[in-house]
């Protein structure tokens, strides 16, 4: 396999676009939380792709990776139960609605 | 070899793209673990093998219970998102925002030469005993923080999301 | 030497274990009696097997061994400023001596606090003072002696005022502390002279660069005619002075019996009153610098009859007393004067050899009166006790073994150093000499007036109950915490004496052939029974029968009594002169700050008043006013404007955030 390691990061680069554009967009708050997902995957992964084309010699890359899965994890769990709790009060999940911050 | 990765690729692209445009809540996550299949995939791929089953195992097999759980906890009785307004200005904007961003990014890699290296190969060896002594001997102190972070996680998942159901009684 | 130096090199451990033990004693809560007690005691004692062990290791050496070590403590610029601790005879004795003694004075004072309230902070006092008085015994530097020095009359005033809701106790504290305080002046003055003429604080050093080594620079034209060592010795002397409570400055030791007698028992009589003729003793260089037996330096001089005066003085105001503590008080200024006295004769080693018998048994007298009072109850004026004897044996006997030491009896201890102390006076001052013969006689005369009120007869007590109404309580015998220590030390009381000459071999004096000494020895002895036997004849053959009874003596010396009983109006003299001066420039000051100073001011305010109204008038209103609403509505307006941006959805200013990258992004690509 030789593809080039452009082609990785434009991979990337579009997933995060695709993953932004949800976060920007969808009205739901969970559907914006998965959009959120999306971004940090692709991030992940133009970690792994430069471990593999430039840095394989040690092991630092991957570390890096498992410790940013582990944060995404936790930060998924913790938003997920902050929408949960906002439900509760709100009664909906629609981001629209939630606009207690103005002013 | 190349067309493997092309067609992972269009999986993985076209499981972000229906994770953020379906209606069905349910469908949503469905394409995010495609989404996450692939991205696993990739990561076979490129010969990090552990780091791949790692991300089947938390992305997959946690992550997205969790939001199903919590869409389910949440319930929009029809699962469904609503009507849309597809073409309102919320929509444009945030369509607008991120193409630029993959416009300019592309742009961005594209004008680097660092663009152009071709993988490593075989020479890329990891072993998850590698994987494991570095983490126990030079990293074990982000381990430690880490396995701190995840405790605080969870306790405060736990005491957010506990404390309304007390409440609401 | 090695095991010399090493030892002196752990000397801070002496003074450092009670001090940590005070530092944990002051967090605990008054509940934990216990603990701090127990943490008290266990550091004196380990402080105490620490500064044995310093003293046995001393006594193997024929010379007199010396150890110093000093440490950098900073340094500014190129010069570094040292401590130092020093391991000598002098210092192991006493510091041997202060932690024996003490330890013995703590467990008695377990059993003498034991009803009081506040006994952990009392502990923590102690310990403190404790660390304060070791670290003041192993100082090698001058200045540090001083810190410590200082820090011994702060416990002093701390413990002195421990019942400080006792207005009498109040006041007790804070004349001890300012009339030391007064003394410290001369002393301080004393170190700046020091520093100043020899460039160093440190006394002893290894190379010999201290500045008691180096005293033979110092006999160049000082103060008044006198050489440089002898003015800083009469600076120092006049520390020693208020801490050793000489006159004039000895007005704080009386009133110093307000505190509890355990404290009355180690710091004013066993411990910080020894300081000041420690430090004389610490400092010999410096005042026999340049002077001999024939043309002594007037330090010397000084020292000499001051402390025949004192001890004159304040036997004779010991006689008329009725306080059981304040006989005691006098007698301690007394015996203080002998050991300055000592000093001031040339006679180091006497001097320092009967401040150690002293420290015993003058403890043991002071614990003993402790165990009097709790035994009958708090009572304290001796003529409403009597017939001990039969009530409290144990301690009875302790305290006859404590009077016959301090009265120099032979074979107790006091009367060996005493009697060496009065052999050296004799050589140099027939008068000086005289004072204390008299004084000794003073000394077996009261102590013998006091043993008799106290202990024979019969009970007075129950007397005044009888107009009071209230049912007499019977004294008892004290627990075992607290016969305990008095049986001890007098122990020591009688065995101390023998070891005279071998501590005048330990400090490194030779046997000189003094004349005299037979002359001596017989008269001290002589006047020592005379006195015992006037007391038995006034006090002992028919012992007062009511508590409202005349004092024998006073019929005898009539107004002489009165006088002696006011303390020679010493007090009364000092509150018509210094302290009316003192008060009257204090009120002279507050006037002129009342009406100058505060006049200047207001003076000042009012035009500054009148300059700002002004001001407000022509410039605020009109100008500064106006422009400012104008400018508010336009920021009003354009706040208003921004605000709708703020619509409260953070899906909004998500959007924002990727707009404003988008643009900061294009417009790096356009530059670049």
Known sequence: MNIPLGHYLILAAILFAIGLAGALTRKNAIIVLMGIEVMFNSAILNLVAFWQYKYFAVPTAQLFAIFAIAVAAAESAVGLALVIAVYRHYKSVDVDEMKELKG | MNLAFWIISAVTVLGALLAVSLRNLVHCVLALILFFIGIAAHYFLLRADFLGTVQILIYVGAVAVLILFAIMLTHNVTGTDGPREILGVKWWSGAVIAAALAILLKKAILSDPLAMVLPAGDKAQSSVAEIGRALVANWVVPLEAIAILLTAALIGAVVIALEEIQKSR | ?672
Not at chain 3, 397 to 406: K, Q, R
């Open chain 3, 1 to 672: 030497m090695d095991h010399l130096q090493n030892l002196a090199r752990q000397q801070w451990l002496i003074p450092v274990i009670p001090l940590a033990a005070a530092a944990i004693q002051s967090l605990l809560p008054r509940s934990a009696k216990k603990l701090s007690a127990g943490l008290c005691l266990i550091a004196m004692g380990i402080s105490c097997l620490f500064a044995l062990r310093a003293f046995f290791a001393t006594l193997g050496h024929t010379d007199a061994p010396q150890a110093v070590w000093n440490f950098t403590w900073f340094e500014y610029g190129t010069v570094s400023f040292k401590l130092g601790f020093i391991l000598d005879p002098l210092t192991a004795a006493m510091a041997a001596m202060v932690t024996f003694v003490g330890f013995w004075i703590f467990v008695n004072a377990t059993g003498y606090m034991h009803d009081d309230e506040n006994f952990t902070r009392f502990f923590c006092f102690l310990s403190l003072f404790a660390a304060a008085m070791l670290g003041l015994v192993i100082s090698n530097n001058i200045l540090l002696l001083f810190m410590c020095w200082e820090l011994v009359g702060l416990c002093s005033y701390l413990l002195i005022g421990f019942w400080f809701q006792k207005p009498s106790a109040a006041a007790a504290c804070k004349k001890a502390f300012i009339t030391t305080r007064i003394g410290d002046v001369g002393f301080f003055l004393g170190i700046l002279m020091l520093f100043w003429k020899t460039g160093t604080l440190n006394l002893y050093t290894a190379e010999g660069t201290g500045a008691l080594q180096r005293v033979g620079e110092l006999l160049g034209p000082g103060w008044f005619g006198w050489s440089v060592a002898t003015t800083i010795a009469v600076l120092l002397f006049i520390g020693a002075m208020g801490k050793s409570a000489q006159f004039p400055l000895h007005v704080w030791l009386p009133d110093a019996m307000e505190g509890p007698t355990p404290v009355s028992a180690l710091i004013h009589a066993a411990t910080m009153v020894a300081a000041g003729v420690f430090m004389v003793g610490r400092m010999f260089p410096l005042f026999i610098a340049g002077g001999s037996l024939e043309h002594p330096t007037f330090a010397m001089d000084m020292v000499l009859y001051i402390g025949a005066f004192t001890a004159l003085f304040s036997a004779t105001i010991a006689v008329a007393q009725f306080d059981i503590k304040r006989v005691l008080a006098y007698s301690t200024c007394s015996q203080l004067g002998f050991m300055v006295m000592a000093l001031g004769a040339g006679g180091l080693v006497p001097g320092q050899f009967h401040l150690l018998t002293h420290a015993f048994f003058k403890a043991l007298l002071f614990l003993g009166s402790g165990c009097v009072i709790i035994g009958t109850h708090h009572e304290q004026d001796m003529r409403k006790m009597g017939g001990l004897r039969k009530y409290m044996p144990i301690t009875f006997v302790c305290y006859l073994i404590g009077m016959l030491a301090l009265a120099g009896v032979p074979p107790f201890a006091g009367f060996f150093s005493k009697d060496e102390v009065l052999l050296v006076t004799f050589q140099r001052s027939k008068l000086a000499w005289g004072m204390a013969t008299f004084a000794a006689f003073l000394t077996g005369f009261y102590m013998t007036r006091q043993m008799f009120m106290v202990f024979a007869g019969k009970w007075r007590g129950g007397d005044h109950n009888e107009v009071h109404g209230h049912g007499g309580h019977e004294p008892h015998e004290v627990p075992w915490n607290m016969w305990l220590p008095i049986a001890v030390l007098s122990l020591f009381a009688v065995g101390l004496g023998f070891f005279g000459g071998k501590y005048a071999h330990y400090l490194g004096a030779e046997e000189e052939e003094l004349s005299g000494k037979a002359l001596v020895m017989g008269l001290s002895i002589a006047v020592g029974a005379l006195g015992i036997f006037l007391g038995w004849v006034l006090y002992g053959r028919k012992p007062l029968a009511h508590a409202n009874d005349p004092d024998p003596l006073e019929d005898k010396l009539g107004g002489l009594f009165t006088c002696l009983n006011r303390k020679w109006y010493v007090d009364e003299f000092y509150e018509a002169t210094i302290i009316r001066a003192t008060t009257a420039c204090g009120t002279l000051f507050r006037v002129i700050d009342k009406r100058l100073v505060d006049g200047i001011l207001h003076s000042i305010v009012w035009i500054v008043r009148g300059i700002s109204q002004v001001c407000r008038w022509v410039g605020d209103e009109f100008f500064i006013n106006g422009g400012f609403d104008a400018g508010c509505q336009t920021v009003r307006g354009s706040g208003w404007l921004m605000s709708k941006l703020q619509n409260g959805r953070v899906q909004n200013y998500f959007r924002v955030l990727g707009l404003g990258t988008i643009i900061l992004l294009v417009v790096y690509f356009l530059k670049s």
